[in-house]
């Protein structure tokens, strides 16, 4: 399989203080990682494009990103920032629509209050992106399903994919609220799922695939391979394992899904939800 596209990964030139949840416990990624380290692992491991999603919380991230794409092809799509709070967001967000490369956008929410979700001036941004055909990407820990619920509630028509698995604790193996809660959102037409970030989650120097299988189970349980996506989360899994034993370790998992499934997961559903 020669063709995948990878839908999340991440680019940056490191900033000590910008990038301060870069601790000194993640020293491998505090670093730049830019296109051109990312390209090699792209093309060893049979992908043809990316995703590159924003890892700080400004219009400046959305525009680094911009430039990287407009240099190199490869970059299929971005997930940029935008304050979607802010009073003038339909504005903002006219002006990025005319950047075809922005797909969609993310808010850090997993380092916000529980109850970020419910804001109304936060609601009234996801409300705006629909007209302008924007997906957004939903980042949280797995103790904010419950608000992300509500927000697939209240939003039935707005197409969200939640990033890695909405961060259970693998580490811990505590996995039962966080499986009603996936249970609950999967529910939703709009809703997809990245498989992605499970490595960091996990015990960092020992973790072994058996580990991540019962959360992977529960995905495969809740989603139909339809709404299914693989994000590598590169240069973050470096702290956790390399780019080629995460793309190994989903390969094994769905060797007994259907060709046809198994493209979906790799290529066809980060291509039609983002659009690329």
Not at 12 to 33: A, E, G, L, N
Not at 99 to 121: C, L, S, T
């Amino acid at each position: 399989m020669s063709n995948r596209i990878d839908s999340h990964q991440h680019f940056w030139k490191f900033d000590s203080v910008r990038d301060s949840w870069i601790d000194d416990s993640m020293q491998k990624i505090q670093r730049d990682f830019l296109p051109e380290d990312l390209l090699p692992l792209l093309q060893q491991n049979q992908f043809s494009g990316c995703v590159a999603v924003q890892a700080s919380q400004s219009e400046e991230e959305t525009n680094f990103l911009l430039d990287l794409a407009s240099k190199n092809d490869f970059i299929k799509g971005i997930v940029g920032w935008v304050d979607l709070r802010a009073s003038n967001i339909e504005e903002r967000l006219h002006h990025f629509s005319s950047f075809k490369n922005i797909k969609g956008f993310r808010h850090v929410v997993q380092g916000e209050a529980d109850d970020f979700m419910f804001r109304q001036d936060f609601r009234n941004g996801i409300s705006a992106l629909k007209k302008f055909n924007y997906t957004y990407d939903i980042l949280i820990f797995h103790h904010q399903l419950p608000a992300a619920i509500d927000l697939a509630k209240h939003f039935p028509d707005q197409p969200f994919v939640i990033d890695h698995i909405a961060k259970p604790d693998i580490k811990s193996g505590n996995i039962t609220s966080w499986k009603k809660g996936i249970q609950e959102i999967a529910k939703y037409q709009k809703i997809s799922c990245k498989i992605s970030g499970m490595v960091t989650e996990a015990h960092w120097n020992s973790w072994k695939p058996s580990d991540l299988k019962p959360y992977l189970d529960v995905i495969f349980e809740n989603f139909p391979a339809s709404k299914l996506m693989f994000g590598s989360d590169w240069p973050v899994l470096n702290v956790a394992s390399n780019y080629s034993e995460v793309v190994k370790t989903l390969e094994d998992y769905i060797s007994q899904l259907s060709v046809e499934d198994q493209n979906k997961i790799w290529l066809g559903n980060a291509s039609s939800f983002y659009n690329v």
